[in-house]
């Protein structure tokens, strides 16, 4: 027998979950890992066609279609690379929820997350910097992509410092815990979690850091990244405070938390890991449709996996799988800071985040080699 710990952050006593489709998903083997991944397959099939229609149409010839086709699939591959943490972050959370809304998450939660962060959001931010109305936006993303994509990278530092925030407020917190008793970094995360119960440490942290970030920028930048960083701060408190009285009132109405206030933190969440990507994105094409094709087939690989984790109890059966997501969590939000001053290729921000989780993986099948019968 394997002994996988009692750690709140890992318990294995899931909820049952069911798909859009009314199939009831259970903690257990009882699937392949294909079958997790089919509707993500149909998407990827779909979105690669949609893609080279889209390139052919813009360009009349093979070689734009081809161009066309190959960046929405390096997007999608950089989605899909950045949102491995995500994934895990999701299935945590997720596992806590009730089934009614596990099942809203996995459907409403995949229609805000590709056409809300991939779609809605970008406009949001030219509506916002250019004071113009959305169908303008719109209209500016489809007629000239060049302008549109200024537009964005213009609001790049205050994207970065938000996000940055808020990721680094949700990695502090998994490590501040006084709750947490299984440690993959011992030295640090023992003593993490030793002081937890002193309120608003993760405050006090991330706020030094933020006015550390803040000298190095010059008068006009720092008050836009001092802004940008107080503003996602605050966005995560009142989510933690929103999330936590929605919870209350369903555990004294229904018995069960995990409501609302879960599903609003997942979205948020999800919004502030797509931050980097939605903005690196630009780099690699100017245009919307294009960008939200490539970065949607991501984001049903992040569902696929968030279920997979859930039903297959993953997070339970590797006991520092959850640990690398959080770790990869803090490196992003310290990169975020970091492309406040310069780009960092997205690769390497993928790579990372992925490399810590191989490696937390890998510690978990040592522990469970040493440990298991």
């Given at each position: 027998m394997c002994d996988v710990g009692t750690e709140r952050s890992s318990?294995?006593?899931?909820?049952?979950?069911?798909?859009?489709?009314?199939?009831?998903l259970r903690q257990?083997?009882?699937?392949?890992?294909?079958?997790?991944?089919?509707?993500?397959?149909?998407?990827?099939?779909?979105?690669?066609?949609?893609?080279?229609?889209?390139?052919?149409?813009q360009t009349g010839s093979l070689n734009g279609m081809l161009t066309i086709f190959f960046i929405v699939a390096v997007l999608a591959v950089l989605e899909i690379s950045l949102s491995f943490d995500n994934a895990i972050v999701n299935a945590n959370k997720l596992k806590t929820m009730t089934p009614e809304w596990q099942h809203r998450f996995l459907t409403w939660g995949i229609l805000i997350a590709v056409f809300g962060m991939r779609i809605l959001f970008p406009l949001l931010i030219v509506v916002v910097a250019a004071k113009v109305t959305p169908w303008e936006a719109l209209v500016l993303a489809a007629s000239n992509p060049e302008?549109?994509?200024?537009?964005?990278?213009?609001?790049?530092?205050?994207?970065?410092?938000?996000?940055?925030?808020?990721?680094?407020?949700?990695?502090?917190?998994?490590?501040?815990?006084?709750?947490?008793?299984?440690?993959w970094v011992r030295w640090i995360e023992a003593k993490a979690a030793s002081y937890a119960t002193v309120k608003g440490i993760e405050v006090a942290v991330v706020l030094l850091i933020v006015l550390a970030f803040t000298k190095l920028h010059d008068d006009v930048e720092s008050r836009v990244f001092l802004s940008s960083a107080i503003w996602g701060l605050v966005t995560f408190l009142c989510v933690?405070?929103?999330?936590?009285?929605?919870?209350?009132?369903?555990?004294l109405v229904e018995g069960a938390k995990g409501g609302l206030g879960a599903f609003l933190y997942l979205e948020v969440l999800d919004a502030s890991f797509s931050f980097d990507g939605v903005i690196g994105a630009f780099a690699l094409s100017k245009?919307?449709?294009?960008i939200a094709?490539?970065?949607?087939?991501?984001a049903m690989y992040v569902r696929s996996m968030t279920i997979m984790l859930v039903e297959k109890g993953t997070l339970a059966q590797y006991r520092y799988l959850e640990h690398g997501a959080f770790y990869a969590i803090l490196v992003l939000s310290v990169i975020m800071y970091i492309q406040s001053f310069f780009h960092i290729p997205e690769v390497i921000t993928g790579l990372g985040g992925a490399a810590l989780i191989g490696v937390a993986l890998w510690s978990s099948m040592r522990w469970n080699k040493r440990h298991c019968t």
């Open positions: 318990a294995a006593i899931l909820f049952n979950m069911t798909d859009p489709q009314g199939t009831k257990g083997p009882a699937h392949g890992v294909i079958h997790y991944f089919k509707w993500a397959f149909i998407v990827t099939f779909a979105g690669l066609a949609l893609g080279a229609v889209l390139g052919w149409q302008q549109y994509a200024h537009i964005m990278e213009g609001a790049h530092l205050s994207i970065s410092a938000f996000g940055g925030t808020f990721l680094m407020m949700v990695g502090l917190a998994f490590f501040f815990d006084g709750e947490k008793d299984i440690h933690e405070v929103l999330g936590g009285v929605l919870d209350r009132k369903a555990t245009n919307l449709f294009v094709i490539g970065l949607g087939i991501g």
